[in-house]
């Protein structure tokens, strides 16, 4: 598992004082991109894969208790299963031992083709993401 | 059933060129914001209704086809069904005829109580809701 | 000089309930490339110049009024000058007749060099648009 | 002179690969509320003085090089002056020694009055900033 800390800042909060929901989506996002670095990043993956991204094809997240500025948020990210063209992936996002949010992630790797966008297969990266001696691990 | 419209720019988009999905749910929020317009508006309907928000509990979507710099956006709402403290938002997002993406969202009226938030009766907002003439319909 | 439209949502604004002020960069941004649609959009310019964006070296704004959820916020574009290599954008933000803000930006055409990203002269493209005839003028 | 820490994510950048420039001012409004937060934090600091918010009445920034996905980004903050109602912050974004953006707002204590809101006087605000002993110098 690994984890990404981000702490909440006022711009993040709306008029009800508590973190605008689309930025928790914001902060799943930057997790799981955080937890590409050991790996070589995104740009890099991306490269060795022949892929244009590791794009989300769903996402859905439960909102457990209200996150306010200042509040430090970690967020736990694990590759949760993976089909032949997607990885889910599933975060927790805690202050301390509460928990704030929920959510998961389909992603998959967009390849051009004559269609446009479309989806490849997954294995590549799995063997990427489960190399030994990732300096997070 | 309420539609918004929102031009995609390229700001929304990451590296990949295509729209951040963060994004996606921000403009479900601004859809649903815009469709308690003709009841009044949220500050108005939280103010009659005693609470400090019409907000999120969980949210989802589906990511059918790429957003890109220029796309001109159609956001149909509705709502989808009813809880005794629970509200389902169901979102579309259409380029012309083409289906961008797919969402919903569960929406609790926040009061303040005891134990900080908590969600209150919802029949007084599907009241509110469900009044005849307004102006966007 | 152009006029860009946006609805301000709830989502905009901070727990002060007015808009998080970084929000106006980001209309302004949305204004310029709304701005450049009938040149043929930024994809297309930058391509028939062989840049690789239309990117702000500086932004400045001030604001004169607050904003708020579901006011209609009318963006005036215009070119205010220019030197060699940068364009200078200026932006009013108007609510009817309020004035909500005033900016500007200093833009560059940005092409890849040996150092990486630099600025590339600004003639051709200030050619693109003074073009007559653009639908929007 | 206070430090903040953040970095930068795919998310954040634009189809340029590099990042949107407003998020620059949202690192810069964090920054902010980062830096008040051993003198009590926005909330306390502003239930203390009476006041809605210590809002930006002007920001403005240039941007010196570009950032990317994973840029560990430092931004520096210091009080650069104030005038009877307003306090002028100032900001240097940094990935290592290389300068990324520099820029300043000018902040004011926003109160509610007749006409709405308006400007108090500064002076209580730089009493509680001067106050010795805060944990993060």
Chains 1, 2, 3, 4 share one sequence.
């Not at 973190?19 to 955080?34: G, I, Q, S």
């Not at 991204?53 to 694990?78: K, Q, Y």
């Amino acid at each position: 598992m690994h984890t990404y800390r981000q702490q909440v800042s006022f711009g993040d909060c709306d008029p009800a004082g508590i973190v605008f929901y689309p930025n928790m989506f914001r902060w799943m996002d930057a997790a799981f991109h955080n937890y590409l670095r050991p790996f070589g990043g995104h740009v890099q993956i991306c490269q060795d894969l022949g892929a244009i991204g590791i794009g989300a094809m769903r996402a859905n997240a439960s909102f457990r208790s209200p996150l306010r500025d200042g509040d430090v948020l970690d967020i736990e990210v694990s590759v949760g299963g993976s089909r032949n063209k997607s990885l889910e992936m599933t975060y927790k996002g805690l202050v301390g031992e509460r928990l704030a949010f929920e959510g998961s992630e389909s992603r998959a790797l967009f390849v051009r083709s004559e269609r446009g966008l479309s989806a490849g297969a997954i294995a590549p990266l799995l063997e990427i993401l489960s190399s030994a001696d990732s300096p997070s691990e």
